[in-house]
């Protein structure tokens, strides 16, 4: 049995991004490694620039997470205009990028996913340079603000992080959070439920399932950051498992909805 660092993730738009390929920005279904990471590190206040602070963030935390509510998928068309690069010259303001004369137009397509909620369960590792008590407080008090996978997303509810201690990963993330209601009947709710809960976790693959290890999808994600300043990541292990509202298990790549498959 350990401790854990919960809180819940809710906003009307979020984005959890995927490898780029192109003009296509795509986002994951439930909030990535990287995007936990970010938001830990904004609320401890660690510059995005600071590579040690970050680095013993990234080996401090071991992160799970359960997707309540998948959200819509939508996609913006985006354009945005930027100066061709200069290396004799730095933009410090956006005012003073579009200011130059000329100005290029890129076009990218960005998506996000709609009125989701998932809940975060962070454990601390044998190397770990922080306490929950830091990051429960931190997360109450942030430094910088907090946002959902992008500047534009910034959460819609309060986190209500809390410490739950001795007891399994999937008793933390089973958390309760009160202020949130859905439905799969009417449009009286604020967010509509499909009945299906999906969970997400590192390390252990029987950590959430000990007696159906059978049913749990593992996959590969690139959301392990590798140089933040080179915007580059390596893949890591996770573990996923898909879980009928009445708390029959069934299987993640054959039963589950399609919007929840990896």
Request: glycine share 6%.
């Amino acid at each position: 049995m350990r401790s854990y660092l919960v809180f819940r993730l809710y906003g009307p738009m979020v984005s959890w991004g995927l490898p780029a390929v192109g003009g296509d920005r795509q986002t994951a279904v439930a909030p990535s490694r990287s995007a936990i990471l970010g938001l830990l590190g904004a609320a401890l206040g660690i510059r995005r620039d600071d590579e040690a602070q970050l680095h013993a963030l990234q080996q401090s935390v071991e992160i799970a997470v359960k997707q309540l509510v998948p959200g819509r998928l939508i996609r913006d068309y985006h354009t945005t205009q930027i100066p061709s690069a200069d290396r004799k010259f730095t933009h410090r303001t956006r005012k003073s990028e579009l200011s130059e004369s000329h100005l290029n137009t890129v076009l990218s397509s960005r998506d996000y996913r709609c009125d989701g909620m998932w809940t975060v369960a962070v454990t601390l590792t044998p190397q770990s340079n922080y306490t929950l008590a830091e990051l429960n407080s931190a997360l109450k008090t942030p430094v910088f603000p907090l946002y959902l996978g992008r500047k534009s997303c910034p959460p819609a509810v309060p986190l209500s992080p809390r410490i739950v201690t001795d007891c399994s990963l999937r008793t933390a993330l089973d958390t309760e959070f009160h202020t949130l209601s859905w439905s799969q009947k009417g449009d009286d709710f604020l967010l509509r439920h499909d009945g299906w809960i999906t969970y997400f976790w590192e390390s252990n693959p029987q950590a959430i399932a000990p007696d159906h290890s059978e049913t749990v999808l593992t996959t590969f994600p690139w959301d392990e950051p590798e140089n933040r300043a080179r915007w580059q990541f390596q893949s890591r292990t996770m573990y996923q498992l898909s879980v009928a509202e009445s708390g029959a298990e069934k299987d993640s790549g054959a039963s589950a909805p399609a919007d929840q498959r990896a």
